[in-house]
Each structure stands twice: as C-alpha cells, then as structure tokens.
C-alpha cells in the first residue's frame, strides 16, 4: 500500500495551481454548475476551455491521435482534484463532451467519428460542446423506457420526439442524443440507439426551463422530423443500452475527485469562517465540521480507490454510484451546517446591492441550493442504491 | 499510489483468517466469555509462535519488525473471528510506549516477554469520571524518597485479573492545564495494597476495577519523565484508536457479510428478503460506510509506516476511530434488526459481535473525543 502521489504528480498539482493564480480572478468563486448564466460568463467560461486545452490538460487521458496526452488515471485525478478546489470552469465543455462523449467514441465510434468530434472538444471550441439526451418526460429513472423515434430512410435517420432536463443544450454544438431504432424490440432495453445530432439542423428546437433559483441549466430539446446521416450512428445500431451500461462506468469516475476538491475547500473555508466568528468554541458546530471533515476524506480515499482499480485494469461496476451516494450525502451535510455558520447572511445572491454583505465560503450558498438538482442530475440517490444493491452486494433487483 | 496489500500482508491476513476460525470457533468464543481468566492460554502460545505479539517490534526486543498495517490486519481478524483476550491492552496499548519512552533497561527487560507472549500488560488510565481527557485523571501520586506511593481507584482495566504488569496513569503535580503533571508508571499488579476485582460486563470480556491503597511504586518505574505524562498517554490513545479502528472494520465487515448473506436465503411474501429496496438499500448504506472505514484505518496506518510525522497520521486516526464507532454500532443494529427476531437471540452469532459495542466505543476513545481531537488539529 502506498497511499502517496508520486513527485511528477505533485509537481503538476503546482502546475495547476499556478495556472489558476494566473488565469482567475482572485475572487474566483466555485459553482458546480457550469451554466454560464449571461453570455459574459459564459464567454469567460470557454475562454479558459481554450486555455486548458493549450494546457493540454482538458482531455489528458485521451491518446494523442485524438487531441489527447494519452496521460495516466492519476494525472487526471490531481488534475480534477484540483479543478474542483479552485473552481477551474470550462473543464467539462458543456457536461458531456469531455467527460463521455470522447471516452465513448473511444470504445464505440468509427474512426471517422473519433477524427472529426475528439479534436473539437480537445481544442476546447464551442463546437466542441456537447450536450446528453436521455431524459424524456416518461423517461427518467426508467430511462429505458424513451420515446424519441430514429427511423431510417435511406441514409437518413428521421428523428421525432421529446427530450427533457437537457444540460446546457442552448449551449452545445452536438447532442448525445438516445433513442429508440426499432420500436417493435421484445424488451425495452433492446431497439436503442445513440445517434449524433448536429443541435444546428433543422426541426431541432431548444426551450429553456429555468430551476427554482432562477438559472437557466436545462432544457427541453424537441426534434420534429430532424434528418441525421446515419454515419452518426454511433457502434451498433439497437445496441445503444448495452454500450451505455459498459461506458457509464468509465464517464463516472473522475467525478468523484473534483467533487472532493470543492468539499475541501468549502470545508477549510467554514472553517476559517466559523474560527474567525468564535463558532468552533460551539461543541455542535465543530463536531458537525469534524464529522463531515470525515467523508470527506473518506471521499478523496474511495474516489482513489476507483481510479485504481481502472488502473489495474477493471472495469468499475457500483463504485461510481457509492462515489456519487457519498457526495450527496456529504453536500447535504457540509452545505447544511456551512448556511447555519452564515446565519441569515446565508439567505443573500451573490449580485445586486447588498452583494458587500455576500459571504461566499467556496460555493457553500451555491451548494446549498444546487443539490437538490445535483442529487437527481445522473440518477437519484435511490437508483444509484439500486446499481450498489445488486453490482455492489450481490443481491437480487429491487424493483 | 497504490491500494493493494503486499504478497506478505496477504499471507499475514489469510493465515490469520485460518487461524482463529481454526483455533477460537463461536462456541469457544462463547465459552471464554463465561470463563473466570477471559482467553486460553494455549491459543494465546500459539499466537506468540505465530509473532503476532511483536508483530510490530524490532527484532532487537524479539519482535518481527513488520508494520502498523501488518498489525492492523491480524487485529482485523481479530474483530472478524471476535478472538477474546488480552491481546488489546498488551501489544496495543502497552508494547508502543514502552518501545518509544521507556529507558534502554526497561526496553530490555519489559519487551522480550511481550513479544514471546510469556508477559501480559493492561493500561489502566480511566477512573470514575469515564472520561478519556487529561482532567478526568485524578489519581494521586505522591513522591516519598525513591518511591512514589499510589492511592485511587482505576476503572475499566482490560484482563487487569491475568495481567502481569500494569501502566498506570497518575497525577503528580496539579496545574491549570490538566496535560501537565501527569506520569506514567510501571506497577506490578501484585503489590500490597492493590485489589483487583472483576467487573460484569454485558459482553462478558475481562474489565477490572483496581484499587490502589498507598501502593509504593520506586522512581525507576517510571515510564517517560515525571510530570510529563500526556505524550505517553498521546501515544497510547493513537495506537490503541487505530488498532481498535481496525479491529472494529473486521467486525463489521463479518456482521454486514452474515446479513448480507440472509437476505438472499429468507424469503417472505415469495422474495428473497435483499430483493426488498428496504432492506437492500439500508444493506448498502452500511456497505458503503465500511468501504470508507477500511481505508481511512488503511491509510492512517499506512502513514506510521511511512515514518510520516505523527501529527499527519493524527487526525486521521481519530477520524478512522470515530467513524469505526458510528458504524460498529450502526452496523450491529440494523443488521440484528434485519435479521428479524431470530437477530435477538443466543443462538446466532451476530448479538456478539453488538454485545462488544460499547466496549469497543469506549476503548481507544468514544466518538465525541475524537470529533473533538480532529477539531483540534485545525488550529
Ligand atoms: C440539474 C439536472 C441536470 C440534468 N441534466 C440532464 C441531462 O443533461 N441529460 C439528461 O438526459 N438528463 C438530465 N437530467 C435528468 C436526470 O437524469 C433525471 O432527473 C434522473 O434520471 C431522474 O429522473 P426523473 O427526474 O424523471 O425522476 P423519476 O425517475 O420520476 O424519479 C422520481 C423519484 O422516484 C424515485 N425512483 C424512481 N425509480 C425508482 C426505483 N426503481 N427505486 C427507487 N426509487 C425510484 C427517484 O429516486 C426519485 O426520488 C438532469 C437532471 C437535473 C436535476
């Protein structure tokens, strides 16, 4: 056991930390989601995208052929660790791009479709973002059960249907879009299909839905007859679930150590905070702190432990999900007794007038109200403990 | 990085595994916990030919010079197999600060025995306060001539009825911080004026009252500088978190596997009870929490190896023994109570493992104590 990066991993940790001295503003505040709510910040965001690419650290772990440093697990693991404490934004173009779409078309793409959309989103363009479409309305949890229709016509596949919750749609060039090829499939797990979707083409049509803050993060995308050449069918047609259930695992696992390096640092915030208001001197709120300050690190250690495990060459199965079950819980309790630390400053918006009253604390009001959206965002708590249940312990499917 | 166990570590687990399912099955568990002396002598033989006892000491004092996980490991099995015995407060509590603080006679002469298993230890620090904090040491000790002389009652002493020695902690000056004017002693538990008795526990492992009565104790006894007790008892608290912390991970990880396991037998409404999402998620929470245990103990044993300074293993030993007490007993409930009514009762083995519950809180510090420690070590 060695429980210690090596002295390369530790120097590009310093690399990281340079970067974010020169590039962000000091007052650099943390938000999970990468909305880009007004056309400024999101100019910003991809501005940085541009710079992390040049970096060469925002697809590492792709291979070279593809815009990639064919760099290790662990490399991209410092380097998410560290994007998640400084807040670094524009590491996922949109959601999707980096996180999925490469390592996807990695598995299951064409070389063609390797050659044209990797190098997009390694240059960190704005025709590099992608946005997910799997969610429909009576597809959620149960997201087997889409609706969406591809049908072929000649070399064509016509598209019609409904997708819903769709991140940052009204930002991305492309969609991952799922949808169902052969609608007469014995099961409903058979007959789908993932199919690449210029967001350009005609019949596509994005409407915003704005969350319960205010922001606008998600969508609703409608395609009416939208024509796609089947070139953008991506590995086998009516195979789309099976290829999804292989790659899920390998998406999820940087994830788990960017959300570490954001709770740490809201962490250490509060605890500035609290010291500098007299609140540790308050037995409820250190020991609320230290236990949290526990999952914490049980975080970082659970998230190294699935980057190793894909480091020995296994696939991950349920890890993702305990990764993710843990955040939410720990997101749940850290932002919790963060907004008590705030008192009745925690109920103020980070703009307008009283914006000299703001207390940020890394993110913490953001946290609060965003994660009640993260929790459902890439499957809820429940279904996550449904994947751990029968991935994780064996046992037989709960519903 | 890396989070696989050596080909040696692997060994050291499987024979440790093999040995105690062996050598101490259930019956022999619940048979020495009805028994006057707590463990069997020749299991006890058995374990010191195996090394277990300097499992983690120079080979200069007889020890096999391995490491904190190696210890950690056979003391996990130890939690697993639920192997009863003065093991605990002799190598974990005891063997360390003898080995860090005490003169290079004492070494020789207190060391040897513990590693060949001949010699039994027992650390008796608490009193009737309960409490793991410096004030809740009260016990005098007076300094007359070459002696000190001891007077006070000490609580909780593990095995203290078998033990062949005892550090005992004291009080021998009184300042306004309660970490100073502490000492360490070396008491033979067979001085005059010293009565041992036997406490009941619901578990039925060996705890001990002692009480001192102008117990005389000469000044060579002493274990570290007078007065300047706390890192000694520092120490102490580290190794004995830790190496509980790992103990407790075999517990619970043998409790969640047995639960896990009868959840796919029973059935009721025609199902497997697991298939119920009830059932099957409260078995995942606790799948999950245990996962987090094992490498918090992993890695907080792993930095002592590493000879990294003991302040970065610190918060980390007390963030592994305070999440080993919420989940042990967390553990232990749900599991029994999933088990429906047969979980309450003799016949199956997973009430033992809840019976050591509190004992296992209260050993190497209880929650609150440690979320505190951790709190400490932000300033
Ligand atoms: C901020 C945000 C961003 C998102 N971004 C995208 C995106 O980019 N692309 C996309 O496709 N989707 C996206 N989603 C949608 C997301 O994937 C779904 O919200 C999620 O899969 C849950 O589906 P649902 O909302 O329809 O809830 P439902 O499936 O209707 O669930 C409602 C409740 O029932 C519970 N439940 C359902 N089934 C079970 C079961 N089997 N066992 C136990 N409990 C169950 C759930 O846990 C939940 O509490 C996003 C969602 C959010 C909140």
Redesign the pocket.
């Known amino acids: 056991m060695e429980f210690r990066f090596s002295e390369q991993e530790e120097r590009f940790r310093e690399e990281i930390r340079d970067f974010v001295k020169a590039e962000l503003p000091p007052d650099w505040a943390l938000g999970m989601?990468e909305e880009g709510d007004s056309d400024e910040e999101w100019a910003f965001i991809m501005s940085i995208s541009k710079k992390l690419s040049q970096k060469g650290w925002l697809t590492m772990t792709w291979p070279r052929e593809y815009g990639g440093q064919g760099a290790s697990g662990w490399k991209a693991l410092v380097y998410a660790e560290e994007g998640g404490y400084w807040g670094i934004p524009g590491t996922g173009m949109g959601?999707?791009g980096v996180s999925w779409v490469g390592p996807s078309l990695i598995l299951f793409g064409t070389e063609e479709q390797r050659r044209k959309y990797m190098p997009l989103i390694a240059a960190g363009e704005p025709d590099g973002v992608w946005?997910?479409?799997?969610?429909?309305?009576?597809?959620?949890?149960?997201?087997a059960n889409l609706r969406t229709q591809a049908i072929r016509q000649g070399d064509e596949y016509v598209i019609n249907g409904q997708?819903?919750?769709?991140?940052?749609?009204h930002q991305a060039r492309w969609c991952w879009l799922?949808v169902r090829t052969d609608p007469k499939s014995r099961s409903k797990h058979e007959g789908i299909s993932i199919i690449i979707v210029d967001m350009k083409s005609p019949g596509v049509t994005v409407r915003p839905i704005r969350?319960y803050i205010g922001n606008h993060?998600?969508n609703e995308v409608f395609f009416d007859e939208v024509r796609v050449p089947v070139q953008n069918l991506v590995g086998e047609e009516n195979r789309g679930w099976y290829q999804l259930m292989r790659s899920l695992g390998y998406e999820r696992g940087g994830v788990a150590a960017r959300s570490y390096g954001h709770n740490k640092r809201v962490l250490e915030e509060l605890i500035r905070y609290a010291d500098g208001q007299g609140l540790t001197a308050r037995s409820e709120i250190r020991q609320e702190l230290a236990d949290v300050a526990i999952d914490i690190e049980v975080q970082r250690l659970l998230a190294y432990e699935t980057i190793w495990k894909m480091s020995q060459g296994k696939a991950p199965t349920f890890e993702p999900s305990r990764d993710k079950v843990l955040n939410d819980e720990i997101l749940k309790r850290l932002s919790t007794v963060g907004m008590d630390i705030l008192g009745p400053f925690s109920q103020l918006r980070r703009s307008g007038r009283a914006l000299k009253w703001f207390r940020d604390l890394g993110g913490v009001c953001s946290l609060y109200w965003?994660l009640?959206?993260?929790?459902?965002?890439?499957?809820?708590?429940?279904?996550q403990?449904?994947i751990i249940g029968q991935f994780g312990l064996g046992l037989p499917r709960?519903? | 990085m890396d989070f696989s166990l050596s080909s040696d570590q692997e060994l050291i687990r499987s024979t440790a595994r093999k040995f105690i399912e062996n050598e101490c099955p259930r019956e022999i568990v619940r048979e020495l916990n009805r028994s006057e002396k707590g463990y069997d002598p020749e299991i006890w033989r058995k374990m010191a030919e195996l090394g277990w006892m300097g499992l983690a000491l120079p080979e200069e004092y007889g020890g096999v010079e391995g490491g904190m996980i190696d210890l950690a490991l056979v003391m996990e099995e130890m939690g697993r197999g639920l192997l009863p015995g003065p093991f605990f407060p002799t190598v974990a509590a005891c063997s360390f600060p003898i080995l860090a603080f005490g003169t290079a006679e004492q070494k020789e002469r207190y060391l040897p025995p513990i590693a060949g298993g001949e010699a039994l230890w027992s650390l008796a620090v608490t009193e009737e306060s309960g409490s793991n904090e410096a004030s809740g040491i009260r016990m005098q000790a007076k300094a007359e001539g070459d002696v000190y002389i001891l007077d006070g009652i000490k609580l909780f002493v593990p095995y203290a009825n078998m033990a062949d020695s005892l550090l005992v902690a004291a009080r021998t000056s009184e300042g306004l911080n309660p970490r100073e004017g502490i000492t360490v002693f070396v008491v033979d538990p067979r001085s005059p004026g010293i009565e041992i008795d036997l406490l009941l526990t619901t578990a039925g492992d060996k705890q001990c009252e002692i009480r001192f009565s102008r117990v005389s104790v000469p000044k060579a006894n002493l274990l570290g500088e007078a007065d300047r007790g706390w890192p000694v008892l520092e120490l102490i608290q580290q190794r004995t978190a830790l190496l509980k912390s790992a103990e407790m991970l075999g517990g619970v990880q043998a409790v969640l596997e047995m639960t896990t396991e009868y959840s796919k037998q029973r059935i009721q409404f025609g199902a497997a009870i697991g298939s119920f999402?009830a059932v099957q998620?409260n078995l995942v929470d606790l799948f999950n929490e245990v996962q987090g245990l094992r490498y918090l103990v992993y890695e907080a044993a792993w930095r002592i190896d590493a000879g990294l300074s003991e302040l970065s293993a610190f918060p980390l030993i007390s963030m592994a023994k305070a999440k080993a007490n919420q989940v042990y007993q967390r553990t232990c409930v749900d599991c029994m109570k999933l088990h429906g009514a047969i979980g309450f009762t003799e016949e199956l083995d997973i009430g033992l493992y809840h019976l050591r519950t509190r004992a296992n809180l209260a050993l190497g510090g209880d929650t609150r104590f440690h979320l505190d420690r951790i709190a400490e070590s932000w300033s």
């Open positions: 989601f959601v999707s946005c997910t479409g799997y969610s429909e309305p009576n597809a959620g949890s149960d997201f997708k819903i919750w769709t991140s940052a749609a799922a969350n993060h998600f965003n009640i959206g993260m929790s459902s965002a890439a499957g809820t708590e429940f279904t403990k449904n709960s519903y | 999402q998620h």
